[in-house]
């Protein structure tokens, strides 16, 4: 059995891996500030990880120490992160602080306290300049929007840790992940998350774009078969956690649209440039945000090599109608449950 310390773990992926590795008997040690996570990730049938999480920051540089001192864990899945990507670029200083120096405080601590191994959520949005798919490790384009440039950054200290120190560290680059206990809740949740919540409430869902865009989704327990799969490394690597099949949003909301029995409700397809409306700090004067990047990422496609992932003998397992199935009724649920007030069918 091991000592697993899991950051971000009331989030939508800390959460499940959480419960993954519980499950395979692992002793699992679970953190999260709450900024963005939530209680109700931390219930499952078979346990309840509310009492036991530690509530606290992984900056808070004392509280970390003390608890590396007293746990001695062998293995760290860093997986906490200020995720939404105009929150990172509207508070840039703030995504910094997370997302790269509290990287850099969980590497240093994995040194001092002899951690065997250190595995990192990075994501696939650092490909976002790149022009050759499917995407493959070697190579990014230097990203432009501030959140993929932190995991980026991350990832740089990630190498250097493990080069200078050996320490063997896997960053993860997953593409847009899915599944039971994605958030719907929020401001600006995943496509997939305010997909749901609208046609949920009965709204026609704003896309910011033809929607012809295609992505490459990946489910939040093939994610999860991967995540363990690696702990078999040795040394530093980089891993797509991706499906290397792309789905347009369209082709998304129509079977989202169809599991909620909601094929009447018609898409509204909007202007790019108000793609971060609900952001108007960005769009101010004299410097406002670029509206050919705002295109360029609502617009994007994304596709990544999976060559290397399958390497460790894993290979994504669920059908996305199978998943787009199991996201919908999870969620329907939480919206329930939250009170949001649910179409009259
Ligand atoms: N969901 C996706 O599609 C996706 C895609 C690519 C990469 N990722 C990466 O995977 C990881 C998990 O993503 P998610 O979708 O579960 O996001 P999430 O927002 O649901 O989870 C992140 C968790 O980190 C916690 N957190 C944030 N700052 C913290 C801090 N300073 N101290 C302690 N906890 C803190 C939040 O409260 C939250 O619970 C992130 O690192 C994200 O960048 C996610």
Redesign the pocket.
């Known amino acids: 059995m091991s000592k697993i310390l899991i950051?971000?773990?009331?989030?939508?992926?800390?959460?499940q891996l959480a419960h993954r590795l519980h499950q395979k008997g692992e002793q699992v040690v679970l953190?999260?500030?709450?900024?963005?996570?939530?209680e109700d990730?931390l219930i499952f049938e078979d346990c309840d990880f509310r009492d036991s999480i530690h509530r606290?920051?992984?900056?808070?540089r004392a509280f970390m120490e003390a608890l590396m001192e007293k746990e001695t864990f062998d293995e760290i899945y860093?997986?906490?992160?200020?995720?939404?990507l105009p929150d990172c670029q509207n508070n840039p200083t703030e995504a910094v602080?997370?997302?790269v120096r509290?990287t850099v405080l969980i590497l240093e601590l994995a040194r001092k306290y002899g951690v065997k191994k250190v595995y990192?959520?990075?994501?696939?949005?650092v490909y976002e300049n790149n022009s050759d798919f499917p995407s493959r490790e070697e190579h990014v384009e230097y990203p432009g929007l501030i959140?993929p440039s932190t995991?980026f950054a991350a990832e740089q200290f990630c190498r250097a840790f493990s080069t200078a120190y050996g320490i063997p560290v896997v960053v993860?680059?997953?593409?847009?992940?899915?599944g039971p206990?994605?958030?719907c809740l929020?401001t600006t949740p995943?496509v997939m998350g305010y997909l749901i919540r609208e046609f949920y409430k009965g709204n026609s869902p704003i896309l910011h774009s033809t929607g012809k865009q295609e992505r490459d989704f990946?489910f939040v327990e093939d994610l999860i078969d991967l995540a363990l799969a690696v702990r078999s490394a040795e040394h530093f690597d980089i891993v797509n956690v991706s499906t290397e099949t792309t789905v347009s949003i369209n082709a998304i909301a129509e079977l989202i649209a169809k599991e909620m029995d909601c094929e009447d409700i018609p898409l509204q397809y909007a202007e790019v440039a108000h793609f971060w409306a609900k952001y108007p700090e960005l769009y101010e004067k004299p410097y406002p945000i670029s509206e050919e990047m705002l295109a360029h990422e609502v617009l994007k496609y994304t596709c990544l090599s999976t060559e290397h992932a399958r390497t460790y003998g894993w290979a994504p397992k669920t059908d996305l109608k199978e998943g787009v199935r199991k996201t919908v009724e999870f969620s329907v649920d939480v919206l329930r449950k939250a009170g949001i007030p649910e179409r009259k069918h």
């Open positions: 950051t971000g773990a009331a989030g939508f992926i800390g959460s953190m999260d500030n709450f900024s963005y996570g939530s990730n606290k920051d992984i900056r808070d860093h997986i906490a992160a200020i995720t939404p602080d997370v997302n509290g990192f959520a990075s994501t696939s949005a959140y995991k993860f680059r997953f593409a847009n992940v899915y206990h994605i958030d929020r995943p990946i």
